[in-house]
């Protein structure tokens, strides 16, 4: 059995955090300073990563190549099966003329103004998407729909990018709640309303500071009441649905609530208009001709792929036939130093009836109540293919890498050095979460590497542990913008592919102030307020 070595440089802390950052360091140097290619920069972190993790970590050779191979299947299914069958939809709706159908019901029953319309599509009918699909999807879906209305796609994605941190903890109906739970030992939902009593205020605050970026202050001053409504409703119905109902239903309730009371509002309230932000012409689209479809079948895609993945979610239609596999010469030949030798569980859940199989039925549904052709539908598919493979490659890199530093022992190197800085762990916390997001691209994974390390560090430090395991979630969702993972996924319906490290560069600012306001608002719930914390079983 493999021993992980927490600090293999001269038994000095510090210095070994240097080193077990490198991989991180290069993926981010590449993307966001060189802008280089997402595959390219994931590839060299994985290179640097094998280096350091065989050489400086001493890890086996073997268990390194086992692990990145454990991590690029695991990317495969059901990371990127999801992503695929999500993007299929996309195309079929495209085909079909739903997708356009879509953009005129917008351009129709929303006024025109592409301000408004950013919030309406960006933030609300981004985080509906975020609840069912995820991945990425959403960023794709909702930035190739802003591109047919007029942003420069940039823009558009880097806006969509911001706006899809909100909805990331709940996602998939709580699936990054549940391993949270599972991992620190605390209750799920007692996680769940912690996690709501600090992502509403995030919320809160997106549409002010995408509208800000966009549009200036100005276009703040004078919008400040749609977008108070759009945060306010999604972060009010998100802390009811964690903290009353149940956190499974945040992500949808809070999303379609915010959705319907942006949209009802916009009946009674009117911005004041401003020909800068106008919506002109019918925007680019680059497809062959359809015959005109009723604007309210633009809907169609979307709300059959909600319904379908709420109800095959909720009656665990995944489970079935699902097979526990333990990775083959990996699981439990490593064990976790951080956790006093814990083995390290190497298992990959085949779920053949997972969420992306869920969305191949609500794609094919589609297909066939559009009266979509077999021909028409392979079109789809091939489009698929095209425009998925390299996201496909870039996603097995970096969840290779994510993979290896987990088994390796860098990430837990990375942990042990945040959690032994003292008091100055509350201001890092969050940052523990948005490392391990952006190298895996998943709130879930985050929470699996990292949950645990956060409640074992705030015990040591007197400090709520419900808080920190919460904030672990809370700053992994912020790590979500910058994540190669994700914006792989987005710029495959676009003409930024190969220009991933542009999409980085322009986020990777927003990243780090939205993390540092997360960390301002931790010490004010441990210090100021610690009333707001949930018990556990009736203690603080």
């Given at each position: 059995?493999?021993?992980?070595?927490?600090?293999?440089?001269?038994?000095?802390l510090?210095?070994?955090?240097?080193?077990?950052?490198?991989?991180?360091f290069?993926?981010?140097?590449?993307?966001?300073?060189?802008?280089?290619?997402?595959?390219?920069?994931?590839?060299?972190?994985?290179?640097?990563?094998?280096?350091?993790?065989?050489?400086?970590?001493?890890?086996?050779?073997?268990?390194?190549?086992?692990?990145?191979?454990?991590?690029?299947?695991?990317?495969?299914?059901?990371?990127m099966?999801i992503?695929?069958?999500?993007l299929?939809?996309?195309n079929?709706?495209?085909?079909?003329?739903?997708?356009?159908?879509?953009?005129?019901?917008?351009?129709?029953?929303?006024?025109?103004?592409?301000?408004?319309?950013?919030?309406?599509?960006?933030?609300?009918?981004?985080?509906?998407?975020e609840?069912?699909c995820?991945?990425?999807?959403?960023?794709?879906?909702?930035?190739?729909?802003?591109?047919?209305?007029?942003?420069?796609?940039?823009?558009?994605?880097?806006?969509?990018?911001?706006?899809?941190?909100?909805?990331?903890?709940?996602?998939g109906?709580?699936?990054?709640?549940?391993?949270?739970?599972?991992?620190?030992g605390?209750?799920?939902?007692?996680?769940?309303?912690?996690?709501?009593?600090?992502?509403?205020?995030?919320?809160?605050?997106?549409?002010?500071?995408?509208?800000?970026?966009?549009?200036?202050?100005?276009?703040?001053?004078?919008?400040?009441?749609?977008?108070?409504?759009?945060?306010?409703?999604?972060?009010?119905?998100?802390?009811?649905?964690?903290n009353?109902?149940?956190?499974?239903?945040t992500d949808?309730?809070?999303?379609?609530?915010?959705?319907?009371?942006?949209?009802?509002?916009?009946?009674?309230?009117?911005?004041?208009?401003?020909?800068?932000f106008?919506?002109?012409?019918?925007?680019?689209t680059?497809?062959?001709?359809?015959?005109?479809?009723?604007?309210?079948?633009?809907?169609l895609?979307?709300?059959?792929?909600?319904a379908?993945?709420i109800?095959?979610?909720?009656?665990?239609?995944?489970?079935?036939?699902?097979?526990?596999?333990?990775?083959?010469?990996?699981?439990?030949?490593?064990?976790?130093?951080?956790?006093?030798?814990?083995?390290?569980?190497?298992?990959?859940?085949?779920?053949?009836?997972?969420?992306?199989?869920?969305?191949?039925?609500?794609?094919?549904?589609?297909?066939?109540?559009?009266?979509?052709?077999?021909?028409?539908?392979?079109?789809?598919?091939?489009y698929?293919?095209?425009?998925?493979?390299?996201?496909?490659?870039?996603?097995?890199?970096?969840?290779?890498?994510?993979?290896?530093?987990?088994?390796?022992?860098?990430?837990?190197?990375?942990?042990?050095?945040?959690?032994?800085?003292?008091?100055?762990?509350?201001?890092?916390?969050?940052?523990?979460?948005?490392?391990?997001v952006?190298?895996?691209?998943?709130?879930?994974?985050?929470?699996?590497?990292?949950?645990?390390?956060?409640?074992?560090?705030?015990?040591?430090l007197h400090?709520?542990?419900?808080?920190f395991?919460?904030?672990?979630?809370?700053?992994?969702?912020?790590?979500?913008?910058?994540?190669?993972?994700?914006?792989?996924t987005?710029?495959?319906?676009?003409?930024?592919?190969?220009r991933?490290?542009?999409?980085?560069?322009?986020?990777?600012?927003?990243?780090?102030v939205?993390?540092?306001?997360?960390?301002?608002?931790?010490?004010?719930?441990?210090?100021?307020?610690?009333?707001?914390?949930?018990?556990?079983?009736?203690?603080?």
């Amino acid at each position: 059995m493999f021993h992980q070595r927490l600090t293999p440089l001269g038994d000095n802390l510090a210095l070994s955090c240097l080193v077990a950052i490198l991989p991180a360091f290069v993926v981010l140097l590449l993307l966001g300073v060189l802008r280089r290619p997402a595959w390219q920069a994931a590839l060299a972190g994985l290179i640097v990563g094998l280096v350091v993790a065989v050489l400086v970590w001493q890890m086996p050779l073997n268990l390194a190549g086992r692990s990145v191979f454990n991590g690029a299947v695991f990317a495969l299914w059901p990371v990127m099966w999801i992503v695929v069958t999500g993007l299929l939809l996309f195309n079929i709706a495209v085909q079909s003329g739903r997708f356009e159908a879509f953009r005129s019901w917008i351009v129709t029953n929303l006024p025109g103004d592409r301000r408004i319309i950013l919030v309406v599509v960006g933030f609300c009918f981004g985080a509906l998407l975020e609840g069912v699909c995820g991945f990425g999807t959403p960023v794709a879906i909702t930035g190739a729909l802003l591109i047919r209305l007029g942003f420069p796609a940039l823009e558009a994605l880097v806006f969509v990018l911001i706006f899809n941190t909100a909805p990331v903890a709940y996602g998939g109906l709580g699936v990054p709640v549940t391993v949270l739970g599972a991992v620190t030992g605390l209750p799920a939902a007692v996680l769940g309303k912690m996690i709501g009593r600090q992502l509403p205020f995030m919320a809160l605050i997106l549409p002010f500071y995408v509208i800000a970026l966009y549009g200036g202050w100005r276009s703040v001053r004078a919008l400040w009441p749609i977008l108070l409504i759009a945060g306010g409703s999604f972060g009010l119905m998100q802390f009811i649905a964690s903290n009353f109902i149940t956190y499974t239903l945040t992500d949808v309730m809070s999303s379609l609530g915010s959705l319907i009371i942006t949209l009802l509002f916009l009946k009674v309230w009117r911005a004041p208009s401003d020909p800068e932000f106008a919506i002109h012409g019918t925007g680019a689209t680059g497809e062959r001709p359809v015959a005109a479809v009723p604007a309210w079948q633009g809907w169609l895609p979307w709300l059959i792929v909600s319904a379908v993945v709420i109800i095959w979610t909720t009656c665990k239609v995944a489970n079935v036939a699902q097979q526990a596999v333990s990775w083959p010469g990996l699981h439990k030949m490593i064990s976790i130093t951080l956790y006093h030798d814990q083995p390290y569980a190497a298992v990959w859940n085949f779920q053949p009836l997972g969420t992306g199989t869920a969305i191949l039925l609500s794609a094919l549904i589609t297909a066939a109540l559009v009266q979509l052709s077999p021909a028409g539908f392979l079109r789809c598919v091939g489009y698929t293919v095209r425009q998925a493979w390299l996201a496909i490659v870039t996603v097995m890199l970096i969840i290779g890498l994510a993979y290896l530093m987990n088994y390796s022992g860098l990430a837990y190197t990375l942990g042990l050095g945040a959690a032994s800085t003292g008091r100055l762990f509350i201001l890092l916390s969050p940052f523990l979460g948005w490392l391990a997001v952006f190298l895996s691209g998943s709130d879930t994974s985050g929470n699996a590497l990292f949950g645990n390390l956060q409640v074992v560090a705030a015990n040591q430090l007197h400090l709520n542990p419900v808080l920190f395991a919460a904030t672990n979630s809370s700053g992994g969702v912020l790590g979500k913008m910058i994540s190669p993972q994700n914006i792989a996924t987005g710029v495959a319906v676009t003409n930024l592919k190969g220009r991933e490290g542009e999409v980085v560069a322009r986020t990777f600012i927003h990243s780090i102030v939205l993390t540092v306001l997360l960390a301002l608002l931790v010490v004010i719930q441990q210090y100021v307020i610690p009333q707001i914390i949930p018990a556990v079983g009736g203690t603080p």
